[in-house]
């Protein structure tokens, strides 16, 4: 069974056929799915999915692309909403200084404050990390936060070394299945599989074969069968340890 650690459901790519297409997840073997919040509005529609649908769990923040429309009101109610059964986690936060979309300065301070909630609940936290490595990683250092996940990884090994030393997990989606991801197919071979979390990242990200279509949580099992071709172990025990560690990372029984 898989456990898709990261998709966006709520996105409006989804409109005609969310409910058909969340209801046939499990025939074709997934059995969690944790929708991200990246706004204050995704994050409600988040929480609201989940309340829905058993298998769904819901993560809520801002992401950076949103940070200059935040208010200090929304920090209050993501608190709120952290104290809900059904939010399994923070984010997704960070910093994009490839689209920069927000200010970079008002980026840093949503993502520092939101790093702040973090410190004192148990929940982790989900980062969002663009064309910005080093700097969340010593953001990330400096606060008190030591369990969460980097999505979409695409740093050097090294980096995910250290961010793994710290308590973190490294998000691995469709990406790995591109020609030109050799960087991340090197942090995948070299990294333990118990520190990898499986995500689709949809409706966007889709991995080869069926890259430049609508992505959904059907096609972890293309990112399942590249990391067990790259560690060369059966994509059997890819698929049993991601969602042993998922499970264990979001506190899911």
């Known amino acids: 069974m898989y456990f898709e650690s ?28 944790v929708n991200i919040g990246a706004d204050m509005k995704s994050s409600y529609n988040s929480i609201k999915m989940a309340e829905k ?18 208010t200090e009101d929304d920090y209050e109610t993501i608190k709120n909403w952290l104290q809900h059964e059904k ?16 200010p970079r300065d008002i980026q840093r301070q949503v993502f520092k404050k939101q790093l702040k909630i973090c410190e004192n609940i148990t929940k982790p936290v989900i980062i969002h990390s663009r064309d910005a490595s080093q700097e969340v990683f010593d953001t990330i250092k ?4 030591r369990k969460g996940v980097i999505h979409a990884y695409s740093g050097s090994l090294e ?58 949580s059907q096609n972890l099992k293309y990112i399942v069968k590249k990391i067990s071709e790259i560690k060369q172990i059966e994509e059997e025990i890819v698929e049993k340890t991601t969602l042993e560690t998922a499970k264990k990372f979001f506190c899911i029984k």
Do not use: C, W
């Open 87 to 102: 939010v399994v986690a923070l984010g997704e936060i960070g910093l994009d200084f490839y689209y920069d979309f927000s």
């Open 142 to 145: 400096d606060s008190k936060v």
């Open 53 to 70: 649908y058993d298998f769904v769990y819901a993560s809520v923040g801002v992401h950076p692309h949103e940070a200059i429309n935040v």
């Open 6 to 33: 990261h998709a966006h459901y709520d996105d409006k790519q989804f409109d005609e056929d969310r409910e058909e297409l969340l209801l046939n997840l499990k025939n074709h073997n997934v059995g969690y799915v």
């Open 159 to 216: 980096m995910a070394l250290e961010y793994i030393k710290m308590g973190f997990y490294i998000g691995v989606g469709g990406v790995l299945t591109f020609k030109n991801a050799n960087k991340l197919l090197n942090v995948v071979e070299n990294i333990p599989l118990e520190s990898i979390l499986i995500e689709t990242d949809s409706p966007y990200l889709s991995p080869v074969p069926v890259r430049g279509t609508r992505n959904n």
